[in-house]
């Protein structure tokens, strides 16, 4: 036999039902509302770069990442803040970044649509020289400082 409840101050259980529907209802719509909507990130990016896109890349390449290299050349402020409006780097392609080219500035990518980033971004170094070769730090990966030394070499 269902449980009867009447509407009194003196039987406060219809007040507890009424809070766990609430609850149930209130949980139903955020679950549903985060569901339907994707979230939003504003990055601040102008798309002025274009889209990096290495998708005609032949897998199992490392591709030297120069600025001056693209037509038109990307970031002509030189700030090293690139604008893109969509980043692919597929499986199998390595995008190698060096202060060699970039200079020892922060590097940011921003982009103002999807980013899908399968391969790999290389920010490594180059290696130490020996400590036979006096006052030639190795050179850094993109924004970071040279130096080292190999020892024992």
Known sequence: M?????????????????????????????????????????SSSNG?????????????????FDPATFDPPLDPDRDNIYH?????????????LTARILDVRPVVWLASDAVQIAGKIDLNGEAGHTHTIDGFPAVAGAGGYGGGSVKGA
Request: charged share 10%.
């Open 2 to 42: 269902p449980a009867q409840y009447s509407l009194n101050a003196d039987n406060p259980s219809w007040i507890q039902n009424l809070g766990h529907i609430m609850s149930a209802l209130l949980l139903t719509m955020m679950l549903s509302y985060s569901a339907t909507h994707a979230q939003v990130f504003d």
């Open 48 to 64: 002025f770069d274009g889209a990096l896109d290495l998708s005609n890349a032949e897998p199992g390449n490392t591709i030297l």
């Open 84 to 96: 893109f409006t969509t980043i692919t780097i597929p499986e199998g392609i390595t995008v190698r």
